[in-house]
């Protein structure tokens, strides 16, 4: 369903991705874990083209994109097969709610306002923000703006949602409501990629955790092969600092 | 000034007899802010996509316009694009000279209000462009519905300054004798003498404008940041005081762990 093959990507003379490979398959839902700077969140980034690959190519539901030399329609073509959840969220500040989920159904699938309305409305009602329907961003917590961005992205039916550290710029006690939210769309079937820092939350959501360092795939496989029994020294010594937790958890 | 003693009530009478000459400034000031407009965005636009030799085209254009006194561009484009037009066998020697004065004041105010388009659409979060190509929109859209709403309501207040000294600076105009409300008074004064009471009233008429507009901005300014929190809304100062306070506050915290 999803294909990556050979994704570089350099910022000048530093390669921060070294031809990273990665399958996902229709309703995977996918963890990227690792330390901050191995490149995570830039593999994310380029499957949206937020961030231009310096070569491979990107597949999305049998549309191929060769990263060497892509069209504009290409890319334009490639963003529609996919949606996205931002650690800032990025809510348009100058509409509300309601009209935040309903922008990309109406400019950019041309639904009919009405129409697109109530199919807003409902998604805002099940993230449980049926009553915010009319408010601004400002108004709003980090944890709603969070669950409306996420409305945003099931909106536009996407192929897969990227989530990028959606949790990471939250109060702690605003976490839980965004990801039990997330756990929830996760069991619908629909296939994500979450780069995320919370260890727990990908071992009990993840059907595939990927561990990335120094801009390559180190390890990847099930959640309970990865978080129990690494392989790998590198993916040892991260998943160290999260073992009390789990220790606990035993 | 004058040989006549100074009486209150010609004051009003002048006012009264001003007001007709108001539809020729406001003529300059509606219509060069138009113009200036679209200038504006066409100087901005190499700007904010850098393209790469009308980028600095742009910035030399806007430099010449900022770092000249608008009097002097005034008497350069009377007098020097009829000219230069010569040379090519164009006559405009019988075009009116509210005609060259719309044209200066338009491409000065265009360099302004470049700036001011530049300014702002930068000031727009990065992260707004990157979630409306994540939803799909391409460039056009991104623009159109994001950006420009935001960057608007942010250039408001600069965009009601600029207007307002584009209505002080067409006083400037009747050096090239347009009668507009200074070039009237000008005349008044000389035919009667009473350049106090004249002057007084001039600068009445002036201020009761600028005053108008500036509350017509401020208007505009509220109904385009309603989506911001209400303590924004009252002083974007205030806010960029308390930044550079918790800033502050953070670097002294740094210096005293050091």
Same mark, same amino acid.
């Given at each position: 369903?999803?294909?990556?093959? &050979?994704?570089?990507?350099? #910022?000048?003379? $530093? &390669?921060?991705?070294?031809?990273?490979?990665?399958?996902?398959?229709?309703?995977? =839902?996918?963890?990227?874990?690792?330390?901050?700077?191995?490149?995570?969140?830039?593999?994310?980034?380029?499957?949206? #083209?937020?961030?231009?690959?310096?070569? !491979?190519?990107?597949?999305?539901?049998?549309?191929?994109?060769?990263?060497?030399?892509?069209?504009?329609?290409?890319?334009?073509?490639?963003?529609? &097969?996919?949606?996205?959840?931002?650690? &800032? #969220?990025?809510?348009?500040? *100058?509409?509300?709610?309601?009209?935040?989920?309903?922008? !990309?159904?109406?400019?950019? *699938?041309?639904?009919?306002?009405?129409?697109?309305?109530?199919?807003?409305?409902?998604?805002?009602?099940?993230?449980?923000?049926?009553?915010?329907?009319?408010?601004?961003?400002?108004?709003?917590? !980090?944890?709603?703006? $969070?669950? =409306?961005?996420?409305?945003?992205?099931?909106?536009?039916?996407?192929?897969?949602?990227?989530?990028?550290?959606?949790?990471?710029?939250?109060?702690?006690?605003?976490?839980?409501?965004?990801?039990?939210?997330?756990?929830?769309?996760?069991? +619908? !079937?629909?296939?994500?990629?979450?780069?995320?820092?919370?260890?727990?939350?990908?071992?009990?959501?993840?059907?595939?955790?990927?561990?990335?360092? *120094?801009?390559?795939?180190?390890?990847?496989?099930?959640?309970? +092969?990865?978080?129990?029994?690494?392989?790998?020294?590198?993916?040892? $010594?991260?998943?160290?600092?999260?073992?009390?937790?789990?220790?606990?958890?035993? | 000034?004058?040989?006549?003693?100074?009486?209150?009530?010609?004051?009003?009478?002048?006012?009264?007899?001003?007001?007709?000459?108001?539809?020729?400034?406001?003529?300059?000031?509606?219509?060069?802010?138009?113009?200036?407009?679209?200038?504006?965005?066409?100087?901005?636009?190499?700007?904010?996509?850098?393209?790469?030799?009308?980028?600095?085209?742009?910035?030399?254009?806007?430099?010449?316009?900022?770092?000249?006194?608008?009097?002097?561009?005034?008497?350069?484009?009377?007098?020097?694009?009829?000219?230069?037009?010569?040379?090519?066998?164009?006559?405009?020697?019988?075009?009116?000279?509210?005609?060259?004065?719309?044209?200066?004041?338009?491409?000065?105010?265009?360099?302004?209000?470049? /700036?001011?388009?530049?300014?702002?659409?930068?000031?727009?979060?990065?992260?707004?462009? /990157?979630?409306?190509?994540?939803?799909?929109? %391409?460039?056009?859209?991104?623009?159109?519905?994001?950006?420009?709403?935001?960057?608007?309501?942010?250039?408001?207040?600069?965009?009601? %300054?600029?207007?307002?000294? %584009?209505?002080?600076?067409?006083?400037?105009?009747?050096?090239?004798?347009?009668?507009?409300?200074?070039?009237?008074?000008?005349?008044?004064?000389?035919?009667?003498?009473?350049?106090?009471?004249?002057?007084?009233?001039?600068?009445?008429?002036?201020?009761?404008?600028?005053?108008?507009?500036?509350?017509?901005?401020?208007?505009?300014?509220?109904?385009?940041?309603?989506?911001?929190?209400?303590?924004?809304?009252?002083?974007?100062?205030?806010?960029?005081?308390?930044?550079?306070?918790?800033?502050?506050?953070?670097?002294?915290?740094? /210096?005293?762990?050091?």
């Amino acid at each position: 369903m999803i294909k990556l093959s &050979q994704i570089k990507k350099s #910022y000048g003379r $530093q &390669q921060v991705l070294h031809g990273i490979d990665l399958t996902v398959g229709k309703g995977d =839902v996918v963890a990227i874990l690792g330390p901050s700077g191995s490149g995570k969140t830039t593999l994310l980034r380029c499957i949206n #083209y937020l961030e231009r690959p310096s070569d !491979g190519e990107i597949t999305i539901d049998g549309f191929t994109v060769h990263c060497k030399r892509p069209t504009k329609a290409d890319i334009h073509r490639l963003r529609k &097969q996919s949606a996205m959840v931002f650690q &800032q #969220y990025n809510l348009f500040r *100058h509409k509300t709610a309601l009209e935040n989920v309903m922008e !990309g159904l109406v400019v950019v *699938h041309k639904q009919p306002k009405e129409q697109a309305r109530l199919r807003s409305a409902e998604l805002l009602e099940k993230v449980g923000l049926g009553d915010k329907l009319d408010a601004y961003p400002s108004q709003l917590s !980090g944890g709603q703006q $969070q669950r =409306v961005g996420i409305a945003r992205a099931l909106a536009l039916g996407p192929k897969v949602i990227l989530f990028d550290e959606p949790t990471s710029s939250l109060d702690p006690e605003l976490v839980g409501e965004v990801l039990s939210v997330i756990r929830r769309i996760a069991k +619908e !079937g629909i296939t994500m990629i979450i780069v995320t820092h919370e260890m727990s939350f990908a071992q009990d959501v993840a059907s595939h955790v990927v561990f990335m360092d *120094h801009g390559t795939i180190v390890e990847q496989g099930e959640p309970n +092969e990865i978080f129990r029994a690494p392989k790998e020294e590198r993916t040892k $010594q991260f998943l160290k600092r999260f073992a009390p937790e789990s220790a606990y958890s035993i | 000034m004058g040989q006549h003693q100074f009486e209150i009530a010609y004051v009003f009478e002048y006012f009264y007899r001003l007001l007709p000459s108001l539809k020729v400034t406001l003529l300059i000031v509606g219509s060069s802010i138009g113009l200036g407009t679209i200038v504006g965005l066409l100087v901005a636009l190499p700007q904010l996509y850098r393209i790469p030799v009308l980028r600095r085209l742009s910035q030399l254009y806007v430099s010449f316009f900022r770092g000249t006194p608008i009097l002097i561009q005034l008497f350069l484009f009377y007098y020097g694009v009829p000219e230069v037009l010569k040379l090519v066998y164009v006559d405009l020697t019988r075009t009116p000279a509210l005609f060259f004065v719309i044209l200066t004041y338009s491409l000065h105010s265009g360099a302004y209000i470049a /700036e001011v388009i530049r300014g702002a659409v930068s000031a727009v979060d990065r992260g707004q462009v /990157e979630a409306a190509y994540a939803v799909g929109m %391409n460039g056009f859209q991104a623009f159109s519905r994001i950006v420009l709403p935001q960057a608007l309501s942010i250039s408001i207040p600069v965009f009601g %300054n600029i207007v307002i000294g %584009n209505l002080k600076d067409t006083s400037l105009a009747f050096t090239l004798g347009i009668l507009d409300i200074t070039g009237k008074a000008q005349t008044m004064g000389t035919l009667s003498q009473r350049f106090i009471e004249i002057y007084i009233s001039l600068a009445a008429l002036y201020f009761i404008i600028s005053f108008a507009l500036q509350k017509l901005f401020d208007r505009l300014e509220k109904r385009l940041l309603r989506h911001e929190p209400a303590a924004a809304k009252d002083s974007l100062v205030k806010i960029s005081f308390l930044r550079k306070d918790v800033a502050a506050s953070k670097w002294r915290r740094k /210096e005293a762990q050091l």
